[in-house]
């Protein structure tokens, strides 16, 4: 069965970081963009950042980039997302999936709260 794990999100005052982790398991994880996605309380579920299969190509939405990096470890099955200069509004639930888009199978994603 395929799984994927998110863990690493805390609560965090604004400016700071945070390093999110996913364990994906089930599937062959190289055959596939990964990708990072979003949901804030009540709204809809936000595109964050992708990246390619070989881990040397990367995307971001406008409202992270500079600020998010995304990567990937091949051997160990692992997605990361690297939060710096958190704002108040990239609080939400954070779920990595599978492939490109918002669409498809995501993990039950790990909580970021950034407040002072």
């Known amino acids: 069965d395929v799984q994927l794990v998110e863990s690493g999100g805390g609560l965090v005052q604004p400016g700071g970081s945070l390093r999110l982790s996913c364990a994906a398991s089930g599937f062959t994880f190289t055959n596939y963009v990964m990708t990072w996605v979003r949901q804030a309380p009540g709204k809809g579920l936000e595109w964050v950042s992708s990246?390619?299969?070989?881990?040397?190509?990367?995307q971001y939405a406008d409202s992270v980039k500079g600020r998010f990096t995304i990567s990937r470890d091949n051997a160990k099955n692992m997605v990361y997302l690297q939060l710096d200069s958190l704002k108040t509004e990239d609080t939400a639930m954070y779920h990595c999936?599978?492939?490109?888009?918002?669409?498809?199978?995501r993990g039950q994603g790990t909580q970021v709260t950034v407040s002072l």
């Open positions: 990246i390619n299969r070989a881990g040397n190509r990367t």
């Open positions: 999936k599978i492939g490109a888009g918002t669409q498809g199978e």
